[in-house]
């Protein structure tokens, strides 16, 4: 803004966002995650080691919900764990699938 330019005013009402980020206007990803790693090791009455471990992936975009009725949008997720001391017959990998229901405004 210059000196010569009129001073201007936005109602708080109709503003969001000051300086969003770019994946909040549509422009791009958000990326995030995490990792664990566990390694146990028992001796004693017992001999055992384990190792776990469980990691999170997420790319949130502005797109990715899914507007349904008067401001109320849906998403889904999906998560996957290893884990490595998984008694034998016993899957190691545990599947988690979110769909959640949101309000957006």
Not at 41 to 51: A, V
Request: include cysteine; charged fraction near 30%.
């Amino acid at each position: 803004m210059h000196a010569d330019e009129p001073a201007s005013s936005v109602d708080p009402g109709e503003l969001a966002f000051i300086n969003p980020v770019p994946w909040r206007t549509g422009e791009g990803i958000k990326w995030t995650g995490r990792v664990n790693f566990d390694l146990k090791s028992q001796r004693g009455n017992t001999d055992k080691d384990e190792f776990e471990g469980d990691a999170e992936l997420g790319m949130r975009r502005r797109q990715d919900r899914f507007p349904l009725y008067m401001g109320i949008v849906a998403s889904t997720e999906a998560e996957i764990e290893y884990d490595g001391g998984a008694p034998d017959g016993v899957d190691k990998t545990d599947t988690t699938c979110r769909n959640k229901l949101g309000c957006q405004w």
